[in-house]
């Protein structure tokens, strides 16, 4: 106990360093030494304030759909976080996490929009101008609030009941201070969490605030088996399983966006042996990652992959809204 109180005591010490640094990047950027490049076509971002979990991948793929049903050409422009390349490149969707990432692979799977990575995402955004069409186009920003060497012309923020209580890195998960929600132009939380509006609202909110619902697609499997995942909030996907109705013989954490490796499988073999377990479970993100090794399980013990879905409550005119803003501030669009 007294080994946990001091790693916290450390963190917390260490938090005044972090608040330097963001107010230092504040200065770069409010002087220019870290300019803010814009592209030739809008760009809407979807971000939060805290390091992963948030569901930013989700609500992205939720816009892209609901843009490109409205006729809008769409491209998403991401990171691609544990890629083994720099230089800006296409997603191709049969490819590899190594070489994309697994949160582009499954926004390529999902979305059916095309997906560019760069670590500077302003030199995706200019790949990915070469192949958009000039009129009713625009960028989405994937895990987009804190690379503002970006303009954006719609920053939209998703947060809940956990960033409100939260702390700075290091001791905490948040990236920014709740006061960085000032600089945005939409909120998105929880649909059901209506004491958290209040709180937003009490703060002086006076943009959009918009409500979403995270989906889970759980698979029906008749008997006990081991679930696995490598993503920031393991213990919500285990939860969620076992509410879905699922009997979780074993539960095998990996840190956030773990590569798998043969050991790793071994691991969860071994799991599924101890435990009687009739097959596994994990998340598109996990698949990803899984690679090849994916022909590792047998038919007699298969793997099913749980879906994640966000729904927007009153999306037609969320949509709508999110249209008129983006063309009102490129009127040359």
């Known amino acids: 106990m007294s080994e946990i109180y001091s790693t916290r005591f450390l963190l917390k010490a260490l938090v005044p360093l972090y608040e330097l640094g963001l107010t230092l990047r504040e200065m770069r950027l409010g002087t220019q030494l870290e300019p803010i490049k814009r592209l030739k076509l809008p760009v809407v971002s979807i971000g939060g304030i805290s390091a992963g979990g948030a569901g930013k991948t989700p609500l992205t793929i939720a816009l892209a759909r609901a843009l490109a049903r409205r006729g809008t050409h769409v491209s998403v422009l991401t990171r691609g976080y544990g890629r083994n390349s720099h230089i800006a490149m296409r997603v191709d969707s049969s490819g590899s996490a190594k070489t994309f990432g697994d949160e582009p692979l499954v926004i390529a799977h999902e979305s059916n929009a095309p997906v560019f990575v760069a670590a500077q995402r302003y030199e995706a955004g200019v790949l990915a101008e070469r192949f958009a069409p000039k009129s009713h186009s625009l960028h989405l920003l994937d895990d987009g609030f804190q690379h503002r060497q970006l303009h954006r012309d719609v920053d939209i923020v ?17 990236r920014e201070p709740l006061e960085a929600l000032h600089r945005a132009h939409v909120i998105a939380i929880p649909m059901d969490d209506e004491e958290l509006a209040e709180k937003i609202m ?21 008997g006990p088996v081991v679930a696995f995942c490598g993503i920031a909030h ?29 050991h790793d499988l071994d691991c969860i073999e071994a799991a599924a042996l101890s435990t009687g377990a009739v097959g596994f479970v994990t998340t598109e993100k996990d698949r990803m990652r899984l690679g090849s090794l994916i022909d590792a399980f047998p038919e007699t013990h298969p793997l099913k992959t749980v879906g994640l879905r966000t729904e927007i409550e009153d999306e037609d005119a969320i949509i709508d809204g999110l249209m008129k803003k983006v063309w009102e501030s490129v009127p040359n669009v």
Do not use: N
Request: net charge neutral; charged share 25%.
């Open 202 to 222: 009490a703060m002086g909110w006076e943009g959009q605030l918009w409500r979403v619902r995270r989906l889970m697609h759980v698979p029906v499997i008749d």
């Open 158 to 174: 998703l947060i809940d009941r956990r960033d409100w209580v939260d702390h700075l890195l290091p001791a905490g998960r948040l």
């Open 234 to 262: 393991c213990d919500q996907f285990f939860d969620g399983l076992t509410k879905a109705g699922l009997h979780l013989a074993s539960r095998i954490p990996f840190p956030d966006h773990h590569i798998y490796k043969d």
